[in-house]
T-cell receptor, first 109, second 116 residues
Framework: TQLLEQSPQFLSIQEGENLTVYCNSS?????LQWYRQEPGEGPVLLVT?????EVKKLKRLTFQFGDARKDSSLHITAAQTGDTGLYLC?????????FGSGTKLNVKP | SAVISQKPSRDICQRGTSLTIQCQVD?????MFWYRQQPGQSLTLIAT?????????ESGFVIDKFPISRPNLTFSTLTVSNMSPEDSSIYLC?????????????FGPGTRLTVT
């Protein structure tokens, strides 16, 4: 069983559309990270959120950490084909990271 | 951030053989992790490798099958022993590094293993 559940599992959208990916858990994490992974490569860290309610923006990407530090969301505005990839959230507890189930995003031109 | 390299990047192996994967980091780190990832799927932690002590294995993974070495603070190896087709996967090493005063996790490019 996954400690962190991501939804949706798959997402196929047209370029220019907006989307939100959710990462939910019943556990509290000291921090949460979002990664993007492209085929043949390792996950690349996008952002780390630490404080409950924290919102971080990275160009067209907006990340939010839930007030209770159990969930997070990733919102992409005006998606581009370069956003295509596998998005993973990972919650940290002590020295361990627990990975979400992953969201495979395909942005069509 | 840390720069991590892995060798080999990919390999095709016969069942019953063993493969050792190397992970090299460009800076000294306390903790290194080994993960397994089925293509397109999420990551499953195999073990945590600490320098100077035995690796800590997660449920479902044992030292006889996945022996790990951690001879110094910049290097680790993972061996996949007595391989079967079920071991076909991507194996990733990662490190716990500090950035902006916070601990963050960085990944190597992965080793794609196919067992025939």
């Amino acid at each position: 069983t996954q400690l962190l559940e991501q939804s949706p599992q798959f997402l196929s959208i047209q370029e220019g559309e907006n989307l939100t990916v959710y990462c939910n858990s019943s556990s509290v994490f000291s921090s949460l990270q979002w990664y993007r992974q492209e085929p043949g490569e390792g996950p690349v860290l996008l952002v780390t959120v630490v404080t409950g309610g924290e919102v971080k923006k990275l160009k067209r990407l907006t990340f939010q950490f839930g007030d209770a530090r159990k969930d997070s969301s990733l919102h992409i505005t005006a998606a581009q084909t370069g956003d295509t990839g596998l998005y993973l959230c990972a919650g940290r507890n002590f020295n361990k990271f627990y990975f979400g189930s992953g969201t495979k995003l395909n942005v069509k031109p | 951030s840390a720069v991590i390299s892995q060798k080999p990047s990919r390999d095709i192996c016969q069942r019953g053989t063993s493969l050792t994967i190397q992970c090299q980091v460009d800076s000294q780190v306390t903790m290194m992790f080994w993960y397994r990832q089925q293509p397109g799927q999420s990551l499953t932690l195999i073990a945590t490798a600490n320098q100077g002590s035995e690796a800590t294995y997660e449920s479902g993974f044992v030292i006889d099958k996945f022996p790990i070495s951690r001879p110094n603070l910049t290097f680790s190896t993972l061996t996949v022993s007595n391989m079967s087709p079920e071991d076909s996967s991507i194996y990733l090493c990662s490190v716990d590094g500090k950035a902006g005063g916070r601990n963050e996790q960085y990944f190597g490019p992965g080793t794609r293993l196919t067992v025939t």
